[in-house]
């Protein structure tokens, strides 16, 4: 290990090497309490039997080793995500751009509202229907006005599809 | 009301030069329209990270969970860490956040319907068809010719294909570290949940041998089926914290792979990390 600051993965590393230390304590704590019951049949070599209140004790340092680990694995977790706030802020600064990039397109639809009416308008004069212009001119002051309403419209997004 | 003067030859040349203008932007977007599909299945996989929101929920209540297997001194120590998790929890969720807003984001703006002007242009198209062509001077033409290029311009679907690079683009690096980030965070679940099971059913193991006799038969019993309980309970978790690596891995390969199709180089080649969650990044040592 270096000498400076323990890196992320050097503090994964010790709390795995604590969980692995548990892992080999809790199989001995179980053989010793198999041995328990069995201690008559396979003689005085076994090994000396445990008591409850010995196993319990044994347990209780397991516990404590695999709380150590955890307490690392929360330290090493953080350390992944801590240099991730200037990323999220630009992925959700790209995402509101994205909305932006949406909402003109979204004018741009307004925009062809006004080619269509402009059509029609022009369509109307040019057949000599003061009756159709009429309705074609007030269909493109609609237009021209949605178009305005939306340039005014506050940044706020558009609710997404999905 | 005057009517213009006809010029019919004049006209006539400019609307072919509009519909012109409208074959080319279909077919730019005939070609990116591959592309964009692809977009929209990479963005329709945010859901699967939901796996990811779940676990860290999971991960925050460890306490909880092992209280009633606790000692009252292994509970105090637990208390502690209880709150180191739930102090980082807010940040975990926040990578989720970030990840996701983006791929909706993304999503949307390669999404099917958000350029799509079928119908504006349809409507225009028959508009220009019903125009006589008595009557219609050059200034006019050249008017609807001018609105019409920049209606292209603006919908046409390489302006879409190009907004979706840039945002490919920008959001690369970012979007990679996050889910780097959530690899290694759902790998440091996998790890406590581990801890936790062994805590859990370690204590009913080392317990149940004790109350083997007659007189506790009873609580032999109960002790056994909650363990069994307890142990399908860990089990379906470690498959579910396997397949929450394996949803972040596979976005991560698409994300890479949608990079590669936009001719987006990045500056530093990551490969997605395998996608074995209980795999220690740094090796024992």
Redesign the interface.
Same mark, same amino acid.
């Given at each position: 290990?270096s000498q400076h600051a323990p890196s992320? *993965?050097?503090i994964?590393? #010790?709390?795995?090497?604590l969980?692995?230390s548990?892992?080999e304590l809790?199989d001995s704590?179980?053989r010793a !309490?198999?041995r328990?019951?069995t201690a008559d049949d396979a003689g005085a070599d076994a090994g000396p039997p445990v008591t409850?209140a010995e196993?319990?004790a044994l347990?209780?340092q397991? &516990?404590?080793l695999?709380?150590r680990?955890? @307490?690392l694995?929360?330290? @090493?977790?953080?350390f992944?995500?801590?240099?991730? @706030? &200037?990323?999220?802020?630009?992925? %959700?600064r %790209?995402?509101?751009?994205?909305?932006e990039?949406?909402r003109?397109?979204d004018r *741009?639809?307004d925009?062809?509202?006004?080619?269509?009416s %402009?059509?029609?308008l022009?369509?109307a004069?040019?057949?000599?229907q =003061?009756k159709d212009?009429a309705a074609a001119l007030e269909d493109l002051k609609d237009n021209l006005a949605a178009f305005k309403a939306d340039s005014r419209k506050p940044d706020d997004a558009p609710t997404?599809?999905? | 009301?005057r $009517?213009s003067l006809p010029v019919p030859a004049a006209s006539g040349r400019m609307l072919q030069r509009l519909f012109l203008l409208w074959v080319l932007a279909i077919l730019a977007g005939c070609a990116s329209q591959q592309r964009l599909t692809d977009v929209r299945a990479f963005?329709?996989k945010a859901p699967t990270l939901s796996s990811y929101t779940d676990l860290s929920q999971r991960y925050r209540d460890?306490w909880q969970r092992e209280q009633p297997y /606790? $000692?009252p001194?292994?509970d105090a120590?637990?208390k502690?860490?209880d709150a180191?998790?739930r102090d *980082?929890y807010p940040?975990?969720i926040?990578?989720h956040?970030? &990840?996701v807003?983006?791929m909706?984001?993304?999503?949307?703006?390669a999404?099917g319907?958000?350029?799509d002007?079928d119908d504006? !242009?349809k409507?225009?198209a028959e508009?220009?068809k019903?125009?006589?062509d008595?009557?219609?001077t050059e200034r006019?033409v050249n008017?609807?010719a001018g609105? $019409?290029r %920049? /209606?292209a311009r #603006?919908?046409g679907g390489r302006a879409q294909d190009k907004?979706v690079e840039s945002?490919l683009r920008?959001?690369y690096?970012?979007?990679q570290? @996050?889910l780097d980030?959530m690899g290694?965070?759902l790998r440091?679940?996998d790890?406590?949940h581990?801890?936790?099971r062994?805590?859990v059913l370690?204590?009913l193991?080392?317990?149940t041998?004790?109350a083997?006799n007659p007189r506790d038969r009873l609580l032999a019993v109960l002790a056994k089926a909650h363990r069994q309980d307890k142990a399908a309970e860990y089990r379906l978790l470690g498959l579910r914290h396997t397949a929450a690596a394996r949803h972040v891995n596979d976005i991560q390969t698409m994300h890479q792979a949608l990079a590669r199709d936009y001719g987006i180089a990045p500056a530093s080649v990551r490969v997605a990390s395998p996608v074995n969650p209980s795999a *220690?990044?740094?090796?024992? =040592?």
């Open positions: 290990m992320p *993965a050097d994964e590393a #010790l709390a795995d090497s969980s692995a548990a892992n809790h704590i179980m !309490i198999r328990n019951g409850h196993a319990q347990f209780e397991e &516990v404590e695999r709380q680990a955890n @307490s694995y929360v330290d @090493s977790a953080r992944a995500v801590a240099g991730l @706030s &200037v990323p999220a802020q630009e992925m %959700l %790209l995402a509101a751009q994205a909305r990039t949406i003109r397109i *741009a639809r925009l062809a509202g006004i080619v269509a %402009l059509l029609g022009a369509g004069i040019v057949g000599r =003061p212009a997404m599809g999905t | 009301m $009517t963005a329709a460890t /606790l $000692t001194a292994a120590r637990e502690t860490i180191k998790r *980082a940040d975990f926040a990578i956040h970030a &990840v807003t983006y909706r984001a993304l999503g949307a703006l999404g319907e958000q350029f002007m504006q !242009i409507a225009t508009g220009i019903a125009w006589p008595a009557g219609i006019h008017a609807y609105l $019409t %920049l /209606l #603006l919908v907004a945002m920008d959001g690096e970012p979007m570290a @996050s980030a290694t965070v440091h679940y790890k406590t581990d801890n936790e062994a805590i370690g204590m193991d080392v317990e041998p004790f083997d *220690a990044a740094g090796a024992m =040592p």
